[in-house]
């Protein structure tokens, strides 16, 4: 992924998180914007037509410059381009498409859902998909064994596997490198293996899609997509835990998938075994593969991370430089990249080269936007109660009014997933006896998982409870 695109990704992210739009209005005006250039203070951004940018003009254009002026640092000026202004990737001819990697008469004929619509989306947002792959995955003492696992199974290199690792979990915190790895997986076989069929996906997108299905009336048209793949890469597979309807049709996929010898992947927060709420079963299944964890990078990898990538940027950084972003932004891969990020950002306005002031400004923002938001068990009663216009006292009442019930339970869910206390625990502050507690939360997230208009009111909560 180039800087530019990261840079306005991260933008979006933050106009997404806000309050100010919706998840339909930020899907139809902003996440289709794409970024064309920084200059001179600027930022050129096109929109895909002249209605598109008529309404991000006249709605969204103040959310938009907040956000990059939080990204950034300081002041830009937003120019939005409608779509006859050509992207400097649409000069350069960078988009991608997988279908290019056939010829027409070798390439495989399967229905067209397995064409690569999730590299397709990549390239459309601007991000360069051989980014993700192994050779620019950077190796250390913390993930050298989830690489060499991700390695195998790709048939990295050209190599035969001598043994087969199957399912492969990869765990550990977020910005580790988990998703790199999927992504390596994907290009690898892309590359090199044009005869089998791979699908990235993500546990949310997996549960989406089936509930859309559902919803369609398209359900085997879904497990047709995910039952005859060759490898099946799923991030974040813990999204599917609580919803039972999710898990079944995981379960009985991964079953088929592995009894016909195809590849299983997946990434998730913490070890499977300590996952709560994912079905007993669906842990044995993922005991029968290799688990391997990721930690924080090291000082000499989270070095040779801020190098590689101001090398991929083509900006010089100083030793001095490098090794105060290595020694003070610790937690993930993710932090060590997006300060580069913002120092070639900062550059590219002010014409400035990179210094140790403008190290030590990007370091200090990066580590307070980092810093996680408190949640307490009262804000969340409260958020609850706002957003389903009722009071606290209402919540921890024993009224059972539809409205009232519902708002309860979704606090119970959100106690227990945002600030991981047990049922007791959120019995005790609601004032309830702590064995109905895991009944609520059972059916709150088998709710959720099925019924979109209650999922986006649980996303806005959770929006607000975090930009507290």
């Keep these: 992924?180039?800087?530019?695109?990261?840079?306005?990704?991260?933008?979006?992210?933050?106009?997404?998180?806000?309050?100010?739009?919706?998840?339909?209005?930020?899907?139809?005006?902003?996440?289709?914007?794409?970024?064309?250039?920084?200059?001179?203070?600027?930022?050129?951004?096109?929109?895909?037509?002249?209605?598109?940018?008529?309404?991000?003009?006249?709605?969204?254009?103040?959310?938009?410059?907040?956000?990059?002026?939080?990204?950034?640092?300081?002041?830009?000026?937003?120019?939005?381009?409608?779509?006859?202004?050509p992207t400097e990737s649409d000069a350069l001819k960078t988009d991608f498409n997988p279908a290019s990697n056939y010829n027409?008469?070798?390439?495989?004929?399967?229905?067209?859902?397995?064409?690569?619509?999730?590299?397709?989306?990549?390239?459309?947002?601007?991000?360069?998909?051989?980014?993700?792959?192994?050779?620019?995955?950077?190796?250390?003492?913390?993930?050298?064994?989830?690489?060499?696992?991700?390695?195998?199974?790709?048939?990295?290199?050209?190599?035969?596997?001598?043994?087969?690792y199957n399912p492969v979990i990869i765990y550990g915190n977020s910005g580790l490198g988990k998703t790199h790895l999927l992504r390596a997986i994907q290009n690898e076989i892309l590359e090199n293996q044009k005869d089998k069929m791979v699908?990235?996906?993500?546990?949310?997108?997996?549960?989406?899609?089936?509930?859309?299905?559902?919803?369609?009336?398209?359900?085997?048209?879904?497990?047709?997509?995910y039952r005859n793949c060759d490898f099946l890469l799923i991030d974040d597979i813990h999204f599917i835990a609580g919803k039972e309807g999710v898990q079944e049709e995981f379960f009985n996929t991964f079953n088929i998938l592995y009894d016909a010898g195809k590849q299983i992947v997946l990434?998730?927060?913490?070890?499977?075994?300590?996952?709560?709420?994912?079905?007993?079963?669906?842990?044995?299944r993922l005991e029968w593969g290799v688990q391997a964890d990721i930690d924080p990078p090291n000082f000499e990898t989270r070095l040779a991370i801020v190098k590689r990538k101001a090398e991929q940027l083509k900006i010089i950084l100083s030793d001095k430089v490098a090794i105060y972003i290595a020694e003070n932004l610790k937690t993930n891969v993710r932090q060590l990249e997006g300060a580069v990020n913002k120092i070639h950002a900062i550059t590219a306005f002010t014409n400035e080269k990179p210094s140790m002031s403008m190290a030590q400004k990007v370091v200090k923002e990066t580590i307070i936007e980092e810093q996680p938001t408190k949640v307490t068990a009262n804000n969340i009663i409260e958020e609850v109660a706002h957003r389903y216009k009722i009071t606290s006292e209402e919540i921890k009442s024993k009224s059972r009014k539809p409205t009232i019930s519902l708002a309860r339970k979704i606090a119970i869910m959100l106690m227990y997933d945002m600030l991981q206390m047990t049922f007791t625990q959120i019995g005790n502050v609601l004032g309830k006896d702590h064995?109905?507690?895991?009944?609520?939360?059972?059916?709150?997230?088998?709710?959720?998982?099925?019924n979109n208009d209650l999922r986006e009111n649980v996303d806005y909560i959770k929006k607000n409870l975090k930009s507290r």
């Design 199 to 225: 699908i990235y996906t993500t546990g949310e997108k997996f549960t989406n899609e089936m509930v859309d299905s559902i919803k369609d009336n398209t359900a085997s048209e879904f497990r047709q997509k």
């Design 267 to 284: 990434t998730t927060d913490i070890s499977p075994s300590k996952i709560a709420l994912l079905q007993d079963r669906i842990k044995s």
């Design 104 to 164: 027409n008469e070798d390439k495989p004929e399967y229905p067209d859902y397995y064409e690569d619509k999730d590299i397709q989306e990549m390239s459309s947002k601007g991000l360069s998909p051989s980014s993700l792959t192994f050779d620019s995955f950077v190796k250390g003492e913390s993930n050298e064994l989830a690489l060499a696992f991700c390695k195998n199974v790709a048939g990295y290199q050209g190599g035969t596997n001598q043994q087969k």
């Design 435 to 450: 064995s109905t507690m895991n009944i609520h939360y059972k059916e709150i997230t088998s709710a959720v998982s099925t």
């Design 1 to 85: 992924m180039d800087y530019l695109a990261e840079l306005f990704s991260e933008v979006q992210t933050r106009c997404k998180n806000s309050n100010i739009i919706s998840e339909v209005g930020y899907k139809k005006w902003i996440e289709v914007l794409k970024i064309i250039k920084l200059e001179n203070g600027k930022v050129y951004i096109k929109a895909q037509n002249k209605l598109n940018k008529k309404v991000v003009e006249e709605m969204y254009l103040d959310l938009i410059k907040e956000a990059f002026d939080q990204t950034m640092g300081f002041d830009v000026e937003i120019i939005i381009q409608h779509d006859d202004f």
